[in-house]
């Protein structure tokens, strides 16, 4: 917005001037009021276009079936003179900056949910432009404004009037061009005939644009006839559009009109809930402001240009045509909508907000002690899977249930991974900080159960229930995390925390679990699970703020069930496979209806939209890399600590506690790598940097602890590759759970969280089977005397397996993960 100079108008019909909002092919675009303040933008054509009376004619009946065109989603013509000097027409002022500016210059692409919208928002629009009798014809992201309620389509009508300019009269002598070449249709770029669907292909250049900063054919720099002819003969590039909405997109930008869908099919296919916020918060606090400010906008007096000539007012007697007007600056020919100067694709799928807006709304004055409540109930999960392992042989001599069966710990993990994706689906639709209470008061009474079991039966029942529960703690708490800090240093240091837990969390529970169990039993080790969780339960009542479930939340139960099923039985099958054998029939059952009805699982939400593959699946290459970089993780890091307590307790004989005490530099230096240098390095670092740099790291610490000395139970040779191993998590988790979780829909964080720690529970399976098998394998072959050898050689085999499955991780993280250093959060719900 600009102010008014000399040689502008002060008045065009019964409109008063204040500002200049731009200038376009047609003419100038000023901002009006009413004599009872209505806010409006008024266009005035071009002296030469007015000289054309075919064009005056057009564009009379132009104007008069746009004013017939209704929607929510346009911006209505309310007057118009198409017989004045110059012909204007003045539409309702849409408060917001156009979609060029939003993705180019402002912040970035779009997150999914909000091209997901866009898409349905644009085809509801061109159902009434085109329901009015009109085809827009240049339809492209600088006639799309930006709201806080929904984009706006203008200009529709216009372009069909200036295409009477380009017949031999005035085609010949300047070369113009009606509409972007970016944004036209094939048809379009070869002179044809136009119906609707040449809108519907633009509308698939817009929603591209949207979700990629990038034109679908390219820059135009190498020339208007080579990008011409892209336009017209060349597949489009989809690289970055978000998987759900591939398939629509490439349909609307089919070669052949006929095989486009409607704006109708377009509408029903991306159908949104109207009350749900379509842009992340941040943004529609700054577009909240903006709309203020130019609301608000003061005219000031208007400055006289240094000219030869003074300008003169316009004549009073004529108060709708300016008696004398300097004309105004003939645009290029071929102006296309410039692309980004420079690739925009945060991390966290949208760029930074402008400099020179204020931050939004302060964020929860709680949210730290909030995230110190989700690490608690983190903490509380790990010390309890470990802290029970430790304990196993102590709690099956006293309540004397077969080792060969279902044991309790196999009972918490098949609950925990079987109801994982439903725990996540069950967050989004109840909302994170109530399944998160529900979880903690659940988690609790199943400890004290476990506590008080007097025989095996009641005690695999009450650790079925603590892995049910986990399983509403895990994605709840992530998705509270990844949802509740949009300040990217604060993001960073929140999941330098989350990340410190989750790599030096476990030896802390096998230090605690075996302490337990030594200075009093194991019945106090399930115990002091109680405390802990009415802490957390107070917290999270007290601390964590609420929000009621978000509009727009969409279930794929058949498909949470489908995944629940695969993970249940693929765990259960390498469970069984670890204790029983690879070969076994009940095994490869497991295991491959577990992959079969995983795949089916992929398949359903790759192709589904506004489910779960809203979550790390949704079509994002940077979340598909974290999750499969954390299954990778799993079978490696994650399967250390069993083969460490392994070789500790069964080689040297050490006991649970003192075992702990042993693995901790291993989590001192977890806990320093996530929170002094991962979560100092986040915010300015691509995360592929921080995690590539950290798995190698671990890598290189696993490899050092598989050259031991067979004499030394605990030698200083052992303390720097725990320290590497430990360190290397640290620096990774972090940005693999922000990456991994990024840029995914509120509505949705619970489901994604809930895909993050069903990829880490498979390739923990995995790991725990291969440990179990390379040991069992070593000890088949011993005697009794060789026992400790063997043992201690089977500890350095899964060494070596687990250091080439983080080094595996390590490349497929450099290969798939390309986000830059996050510079603004998407989400706010807290």
């Not at 004619?57 to 209505?76: N, S």
């Not at 029903?268 to 400010?293: H, S």
């Not at 169990?517 to 109680?530: D, K, P």
């Not at 000395?709 to 590497?724: E, N």
Request: with cysteine; aromatic share 6%; proline share 8%.
């Amino acid at each position: 917005m600009d102010q008014l100079i000399a040689a502008d108008p002060t008045r065009i019909g019964p409109y008063r001037l204040i500002a200049r909002l731009g200038e376009g092919g047609m003419g100038l675009v000023y901002l009006g009021r009413s004599e009872v303040g209505r806010t409006v933008a008024v266009k005035v054509v071009q002296a030469e276009h007015a000289g054309h009376p075919e064009f005056r004619r057009r564009f009379a009946r132009e104007v008069a079936a746009a004013r017939r065109v209704g929607g929510d989603w346009t911006a209505a013509v309310l007057d118009a003179d198409p017989e004045a000097a110059v012909p204007w027409v003045a539409t309702q002022y849409i408060p917001g900056p156009d979609l060029r500016t939003v993705v180019a210059e402002d912040f970035g692409p779009l997150p999914e949910y909000s091209v997901h919208t866009l898409a349905n928002r644009l085809a509801v629009a061109l159902q009434a432009v085109h329901g009015a009798g009109l085809i827009h014809r240049d339809l492209k992201p600088s006639n799309v404004l930006v709201t806080v309620d929904g984009p706006r389509v203008i200009d529709f009508g216009i372009a069909r009037a200036m295409d009477s300019l380009t017949g031999d009269s005035l085609h010949t002598r300047t070369g113009m061009l009606i509409g972007s070449p970016g944004f036209m249709s094939p048809e379009q770029v070869r002179g044809r005939e136009l119906t609707p669907a040449s809108d519907v292909f633009c509308l698939g250049a817009v929603l591209v644009y949207a979700a990629t900063g990038r034109l679908l054919f390219g820059a135009a720099d190498s020339g208007l006839n080579a990008h011409l002819f892209r336009v017209a003969e060349e597949e489009p590039d989809l690289t970055g559009v978000p998987q759900p909405l591939t398939g629509l997109v490439r349909a609307c930008l089919e070669k052949d009109p006929a095989a486009r869908p409607t704006p109708r099919e377009v509408a029903d296919r991306t159908a949104v809930d109207q009350a749900e916020e379509w842009l992340p918060g941040t943004v529609l606090a700054q577009l909240g402001r903006r709309a203020a400010r130019l609301l608000d906008w003061a005219p000031e007096t208007p400055a006289a240009e240094p000219a030869a000539e003074p300008a003169t007012r316009p004549d009073p007697r004529v108060p709708s045509v300016p008696r004398q007007h300097q004309p105004v600056p003939t645009p290029p020919p071929y102006a296309p909508t410039p692309p980004a100067q420079a690739p925009l694709v945060p991390a966290q799928g949208f760029g930074p907000p402008p400099a020179d807006l204020p931050e939004p709304g302060a964020p929860h004055p709680r949210r730290w002690w909030g995230l110190g409540v989700i690490a608690l109930t983190q903490l509380l999960v790990l010390l309890d899977v470990m802290g029970f392992s430790t304990v196993l042989p102590t709690v099956q001599s006293d309540l004397g249930f077969a080792s060969d069966g279902v044991n309790p710990v196999t009972a918490y993990v098949l609950a925990f991974g079987g109801l994982l994706l439903l725990g996540g689906q069950i967050a989004d639709l109840l909302g994170a900080k109530r399944t998160l209470i529900i979880g903690l008061s659940g988690f609790a009474l199943a400890s004290v159960l476990c506590g008080s079991a007097g025989d095996p039966v009641l005690l695999i029942t009450a650790r079925a229930l603590q892995g049910s529960f986990a399983a509403l703690l895990a994605p709840s708490a992530l998705s509270l995390v990844s949802t509740g800090f949009t300040d990217p240093r604060e993001r960073a240091r929140a999941f330098g925390i989350y990340g410190a837990v989750a790599a030096g969390g476990g030896v802390i529970g096998l230090l605690s679990g075996g302490w337990l169990a030594e200075v009093a039993s194991w019945r106090v080790s399930q115990y002091i699970s109680l405390p802990l969780a009415v802490i957390a339960l107070i917290g999270a009542a007290t601390l964590l703020p609420g929000r009621p479930p978000r509009a727009g939340t969409r279930s794929d139960w058949l498909g949470a069930l489908l995944g629940s099923a695969g993970l249940a039985a693929l765990v259960y099958g390498m469970d069984e496979a670890g204790r029983v054998g690879w070969s076994t029939p009940l095994a490869l059952g497991l295991i491959a209806a577990g992959v079969l009805l995983l795949v089916a699982f992929l398949r359903r939400q790759t192709a589904a939209s506004g489910t779960l593959s809203a979550g790390p699946l949704g079509g994002n290459r940077d979340r598909f890399g974290s999750v499969l970089v954390l299954l990778l993780t799993g079978v490696g890091f994650l399967a250390l600590l069993p083969a460490l307590t392994t070789y500790m307790q069964y080689v040297f004989g050490y006991a649970p506690g003192m075992v702990g005490v042993m693995l901790l530099p291993l989590a001192a230096a977890a806990v320093i790598a996530a929170t002094q240098v991962s979560a100092r390095l986040q915010h300015r670092t691509p995360p592929r940097v921080l995690i590539v740099s950290g798995l190698v790291t671990s890598a290189v610490g696993l490899l050092v602890l598989g050259f031991v000395d067979s004499g030394s139970a605990y030698g200083p040779h052992l303390v720097p590759g725990m320290v590497l191993a430990g360190f290397g998590s640290g620096l990774a988790f972090g940005p693999l759970f922000a990456t991994a979780t990024a840029g995914v829909s509120p509505q949705h964080a619970g489901a994604a969280s809930a895909i993050v720690g069903a990829a880490q529970q498979v390739g923990e399976a995995i790991g725990v089977a291969l440990l179990v098998t390379v040991i069992s394998a070593r000890l088949s072959a011993s005697s009794e005397d060789s026992r400790s050898e063997d043992l201690m050689h089977g500890y350095t085999d899964t060494l070596w397996w687990a250091a080439g499955a983080l080094l595996l991780a390590a490349l497929a993280a450099g290969l798939l993960i390309r986000a830059r250093a996050p510079r603004a959060a998407d989400v706010n719900v807290w």
